[in-house]
């Protein structure tokens, strides 16, 4: 994921705000990062009186300590002035255990509680997890007011293993560029991620290998960080190294420019939640070719709006990348089913308008037991 271009976002000026949302630092990396100022841009944090306190940072780890204990005290000062509602964004590991107990706090307070989960590995995150451990997970999650989920499968996933739980699912939002004249480079295939197993990236080293004969004007932008001396490691002996150009970390101006002058986007990931990369792609109105992994199923469809591989198959790979390469015409009709894809289901003003709903039924909630005696 990129990093996003927005500020951390201000603490709302309300004297009691009526949402205290919890999260990365905005303008830090990372797909919640990317989320979080998409909301603020677009105008959620303002229409709902949202207070946003960072409880994580990019940085050493007495950075990352710094910033989790001064979330911590932001959370419980702002706590006292009794917001209605919570809604913690949370992975696995450190950010789970993070938000759970902040959200165990906002209980004990009286607030109503949401529990955004973005963790493309939670499902091995409980498995590894130990017993006392799970059952602090499943109580996390059946004592949430709310759970959402990326996607129709992670739904399912958190149903099974925490039935009490009131899962909805909301996608991940993304702000739909305008139609811009085609500036895309003949055989300029995009990866943009953390360069790691996780990722698929060396399964895509591998099916350049494979094609690079057929199709002497292919490359690969390869645009994030992780393991990028040893992907260039396979490159050169598989052959490949002068297709390979490394991007580095993409600011989101520069992103943009790299969506527009690739041919193909390509994520065959192993795990994911619902990746912001993806959706930006589809967005910008690209050929797509990804695996049926996480959420994104409920994005892309093989053979309509982009071209779906199983994880791990180079030679599956190769294939779905050689029918782009060699067909324009097919190519731009899936960018173009791609973005549409967007503009119905996913585009930011739709998720905005699906998280501000899940706030209102929770007002409405804490309506009902005040008339009816009862404590928030």
Known sequence: MNRASAPAAP????????????????????????????LRQNGLFEREGVCYIPTHAEGTRMAKIGAALKGLARTVACLLRRPEVVHAHAASNGSFVRKSVLLALARASGARTVFHLHGACFDSFIERSSPLMRRWIRHTLEQSSVVIALSTRWADFLHGFAPQARVVVIPNSVPLPPLAADRSEAG???????????????????????????????????????????????????????????????????????????????????????PMALLEAMAAGKAVVSTGVGGIPDALR?????????????????QALSKLLGDDEERRRLGARARATIEQEFESGVVIGQISAVYRQLRDSIAATSQSGGKR
């Not at 603490?11 to 998409?38: D, I, N, Y």
């Not at 002068?242 to 002058?261: P, S």
């Not at 093989?302 to 190769?318: F, H, T, Y």
């Open 11 to 38: 603490a709302a000026t309300h004297a009691s705000p009526r949402v205290l949302m919890l999260g990365t630092e905005p303008g830090g990396r990372g797909g919640v990062a990317t989320v979080v100022s998409l």
């Open 188 to 274: 300029r295939i995009l990866f943009l991620g953390q360069v790691e197993p996780r990722k698929g990236i060396y399964e895509l080293v591998d099916a350049l290998a494979l094609l690079k004969d057929r199709f002497p004007q292919m490359r690969l932008a390869i645009g994030g960080q992780g393991e990028l001396i040893e992907v260039k490691r396979r490159a050169r002996d598989a052959g490949v190294l002068d297709r390979i150009e490394e991007l580095g970390w993409v600011t989101a101006q520069r992103k943009a420019d790299e969506l527009a002058r690739a041919s193909i986007f390509c994520l065959p990931s192993h795990a994911e939640g619902l």
């Open 302 to 318: 093989d053979g309509d709006n982009g071209l779906m591989i199983e994880p791990g198959k180079v030679e599956q790979l190769a």
